[in-house]
């Protein structure tokens, strides 16, 4: 079924740079393969080699400005010479592996720049209250408080529940005096709640404005799949308590979800071929990241945006309501965020016909949270950042 889209979607996104190193058609595949292996390299050597501290912003855009653009060009140049009628197969060959790694690598090499926008970083452990720049913090608050009143009385309701009285004072929202009566005493039965970091990282992560989780999620992938945690040292101070704050609402039964979920995959890339061979029935993958989803197969990413080309469907799934923390404008795509555990992918003669979607108009490949005992179980635990 995967062949079936080829025709109708981009070989990749990006084109090659025209600036006098565009590659040439005759260079050999093993010359090729061993200058995308040695930029990989390089480049993660340069960000083992990163010192956090005030002069972060200039290295790291040193490093882009080094890299990226020429990785970019090689995965690309890489990618455009697979055959189309192994587009969509499944590889985990060497040639594969690299292409992945700079997939990620230039996704990386992009977002940090970004976060650092928002985030000062200049040492390592930094609080996301002594990094947040003042008017991103300003624009998340007033993000929020904006949301808020558009959410239902009974949303309001869990949702300060959650939060300590004294943190929607000092930020203003609008709450019921029943709402804070709640939180006040959620606050006196010591129920665990969100303090103000917390909060503000939730809200960073959940919005599909300030685009922070492209920085979290591609910093921890580049660790999984690369090995250097560089990046993910930077990112930790909205990664750390965002994940204290996913924690926390994980105890609360209104944000606890269970059931099936939806997930939009991006294979039309460089690092889509490599990313199907480690999906295949009776593998299993760990996310090092919490991972986004919707309880709405409509709205999930595959069904909405063109760079998604296959669906995931996860059965048994668990997570946190997390729609209460969205932007308005995305407020209304039921998104869960999956804790960083084992999914296992499925046959889909396995799948309960009831659970299947014979109207789909994508490939969709199934998994399940439910661990399966299996004699292979050995060789599937395998470290391989897939889920996008």
């Known amino acids: 079924m995967l062949s079936k889209i080829c025709s109708r979607v981009s070989r990749y996104p990006h084109s090659p740079r025209t600036d006098g190193k565009i590659h040439q058609i005759q260079r050999s595949l093993s010359t090729q393969n061993a200058r995308l292996a040695q930029l990989n390299k390089d480049c993660i050597a340069a960000l083992k080699k990163i010192e956090i501290n005030h002069s972060l912003w200039g290295t790291m855009c040193e490093i882009e400005d080094k890299f990226r653009a020429d990785i970019n060009d090689e995965v690309n140049y890489e990618y455009q010479r697979v055959p189309d009628h192994l587009l969509f197969s499944p590889d985990n060959s060497p040639a594969a592996a690299e292409r992945a790694v700079g997939y990620q690598l230039s996704c990386g090499l992009s977002e940090t720049p970004r ?7 200049s040492a390592p452990d930094m ?19 904006e ?10 309701m ?68 690369c090995g250097v945690n560089t990046l993910a040292l930077i990112t930790s101070c909205l990664s750390k308590p965002l994940n204290e704050g996913l924690g926390i609402l994980s105890m609360h039964h209104d944000f606890l979800y269970r059931g099936t979920l939806y997930k939009g995959v991006a294979i039309c890339n460089g690092a889509g071929a490599f990313r199907l061979s480690k999906m295949q029935p009776g593998m299993q993958y760990c996310s090092p990241h919490w991972s986004s989803a919707t309880h709405v197969e409509s709205q999930n990413y595959a069904a909405r945006k063109p760079d998604r080309q296959l669906q995931m469907t996860i059965l048994h799934a668990e997570g946190v309501r997390a729609h209460m923390f969205n932007n308005i404008s995305s407020m209304g795509e039921g998104e869960v965020i999956m804790p960083p555990k084992p999914i296992y992918f499925l046959e889909e003669s396995a799948v309960d016909p009831a659970l299947q979607n014979a109207n789909r108009q994508l490939p969709t490949i199934y998994g399940t949270m439910k661990p399966i005992q299996s004699a292979t179980d050995a060789r599937l635990r395998e470290p391989h950042a897939i889920l996008v």
Request: proline share 3%.
């Open 158 to 225: 869990a949702m300060a529940s959650t939060i300590q009285p004294d943190v929607l004072i000092k930020l203003g929202v609008s709450v019921s005096c029943e709402a804070m009566n709640l939180s006040i005493a959620n606050k006196k039965a010591d129920k665990p709640q969100l303090a103000e970091d917390h909060l503000i990282a939730l809200i960073d992560y959940c919005s599909s404005n300030s685009g922070m989780f492209n920085a979290i999620n591609d910093s921890m992938r580049i660790w999984q799949l």
């Open 115 to 121: 976060f650092l926008l928002n985030y000062s970083v």
């Open 127 to 145: 609080t996301l209250d002594a990094a947040i720049t003042p008017k991103h913090k300003s624009d998340l608050i007033e993000s929020f408080t």
């Open 147 to 156: 949301s808020f009143t558009k959410l239902k009385d009974s949303d309001q």
